[in-house]
């Protein structure tokens, strides 16, 4: 079966790779192209979903051609739906092409960017660097490409762990957190729940997070913050970090990131800023005040593979003290670090000393490609476009008294909801309906909304990290989710509000 003495072609020659591969850009090609005609989502159909799960591993292997046609007749037909120019969920963003090339072109050249002296590590750094000067960071920060915000905030909280107890006087990659004073994380309800995971992952435990009370705008008081900080030091705690965000993935709020920084100054806790979602909007004139301060953080997350477009994963976490990083995860004792040798086979100090990962993937290359095709000022532009589609569909909404639109708008997130005048008041009602109409437009494929509660209520939201979305597509998401409204209120009839369980 296999010419090569029984063995399978493994590295297969030059036309063998141009004839698949060409087949494979043809495919991408089709499918970037044809995307907008087809809905903006449908589920994978039940008996297509049990197929994949159930099918038997390959004992004979099969063609090429038969593995790229289910890419075309499977893969490429019940996308996430993020490609779409009616999508709007969650933070997802369509993928830009040059990653899209460049992730093939890193899978090429496969390297383990663990350390060493070949190009990625190179190209890694440069990027970093490059994000660093993007977002007003120190030069001599360091930093790393991680899968994303949550990577991202457990190896700034690892990094923030360490500082904690060393000044507590206690090593606690040795001891552990046996022994350790009582760490508590500062953060508001709005922050995301990735800082929550990490906190019960290294040991800290979610009972020791504390929530700082908001404003009505959802954003951090910093008054508050430091009322807090008092009393718990007070008390002999000892902070572990403050989470403040740069664009909440609810709202997009920014907590006011100046005054927290020096309230956090003040007591001398470390500040991590989650920028996942909302840092890449510096670049922008109208947002460039409000994130100035994220340069002054401890740790900066910031996900390349939301709002700069790179295809998943992409995630980066910066790190003010790089001492302190490698502190936290090195396990060359300190006697023994060297720099590093940029002439031999060793290169630069090793990426794996600072952080938790051995083998690395090359994530870095869709970045650098994306930066360096779009540059600062390209970036700019789709940014401002983005939430230029955000603030058409608030203007939409507004001049609709059917629906309430969450204010302030901030950034490129609407949340609304429909509020007929018949239910008003009626929040049980309010809800049933909402929900349904989410369903409804989830599951139409004219385009698609994710959801959100805020203040203990039902908003339908969209974000739109979306530079295919053009005026007309956001009209047509907004006349679907009118449409939705009519259809689950026909007749002035208020959908069955689910009934409250007792208790
Ligand atoms: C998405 C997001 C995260 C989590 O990041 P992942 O890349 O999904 O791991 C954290 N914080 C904010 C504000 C986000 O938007």
């Known amino acids: 079966m296999h010419a090569d003495g029984g063995l399978p072609a493994f590295a297969w020659d030059r036309d063998e790779i141009r004839r698949a591969g060409y087949r494979v850009v043809d495919l991408i090609a089709d499918h970037i192209a044809d995307l907008p005609a087809q809905p903006a989502f449908r589920p994978v159909p039940t008996a297509l979903a049990t197929a994949l799960v159930e099918a038997a591993l390959p004992r004979d292997g099969m063609?090429?051609?038969?593995?790229?046609?289910?890419?075309?007749?499977?893969?490429?037909?019940?996308?996430?739906?993020?490609?779409?120019?009616?999508?709007?969920?969650?933070?997802?963003?369509?993928?830009?092409?040059?990653?899209?090339l460049a992730e093939a072109f890193a899978a090429t050249v496969n390297a383990s960017v663990a350390g060493g002296n070949h190009a990625a590590v190179w190209i890694e750094r440069q990027v970093l660097d490059w994000v660093k000067q993007m977002l007003g960071f120190p030069r001599e920060a360091m930093g790393l490409f991680v899968s994303g915000g949550s990577m991202a905030a457990l190896t700034a909280l690892a990094v923030a762990r360490h500082v904690a107890c060393a000044k507590n006087g206690l090593d606690v990659r040795s001891v552990g957190l046996q022994s350790a004073t009582r760490l508590r994380l500062y953060k508001s309800a709005e922050g995301h729940g990735c800082n929550q995971k990490a906190v019960e992952l290294l040991g800290i435990g979610s009972a020791n997070i504390v929530t700082v009370p908001s404003d009505a705008a959802l954003r951090i008081r910093a008054d508050a913050l430091d009322e807090l900080l008092t009393r718990d030091i007070a008390a002999g705690d000892t902070p572990l970090a403050v989470v403040a965000t740069a664009g909440t993935v609810n709202t997009g709020a920014i907590d006011p990131l100046d005054s927290i920084a020096d309230v956090c100054a003040r007591h001398g806790v470390w500040l991590h800023v989650d920028g996942a979602y909302g840092a890449p909007a510096i670049l922008t004139p109208q947002y460039q005040a409000p994130l100035a301060a994220i340069s002054r953080a401890d740790s900066l997350a910031i996900d390349?593979?939301?709002?700069l477009y790179v295809p998943v994963d992409a995630g980066v976490i910066l790190i003010r003290s790089a001492s302190a990083m490698r502190d936290a995860f090195s396990l060359v004792p300190p006697y023994l670090r060297t720099d590093g040798n940029v002439a031999g086979v060793q290169g630069p100090t090793w990426f794996s000393e600072y952080g938790f990962e051995q083998t690395r993937p090359f994530r870095a290359l869709k970045t650098w490609a994306s930066l360096a095709h779009f540059g600062t000022s390209g970036y700019a532009a789709l940014l401002q476009h983005d939430i230029a589609m955000a603030l058409h569909l608030a203007e939409l909404l507004r001049k609709d008294d059917a629906f309430q639109l969450w204010e302030p708008q901030s950034l490129s997130i609407v949340c609304f909801r429909a509020v007929p005048r018949h239910l008003r008041g009626n929040e049980p009602a309010l809800e049933a309906l909402n929900r349904s109409v989410l369903n409804e437009v989830q599951l139409g494929g004219e385009g698609f909304l994710s959801s959100t509660v805020i203040d203990g209520k039902f908003w339908l939201r969209a974000c739109v990290v979306n530079p295919?979305?053009?005026?007309?597509?956001v009209d047509a998401v907004f006349h679907a989710v009118q449409a939705a409204v009519r259809k689950a209120t026909v007749g002035g009839h208020s959908p069955h509000p689910s009934r409250p369980t007792p208790g």
Do not use: C, M, Q, T
Not at 64 to 89: E, I, M, Q, W
């Open 63 to 100: 063609s090429v051609d038969l593995v790229l046609d289910s890419f075309a007749n499977v893969v490429g037909k019940h996308p996430f739906g993020n490609g779409h120019p009616r999508y709007y969920g969650w933070v997802n963003s369509p993928p830009a092409i040059i990653g899209v």
């Open 304 to 307: 390349p593979h939301k709002w």
């Open 468 to 473: 295919r979305a053009k005026e007309p597509d």
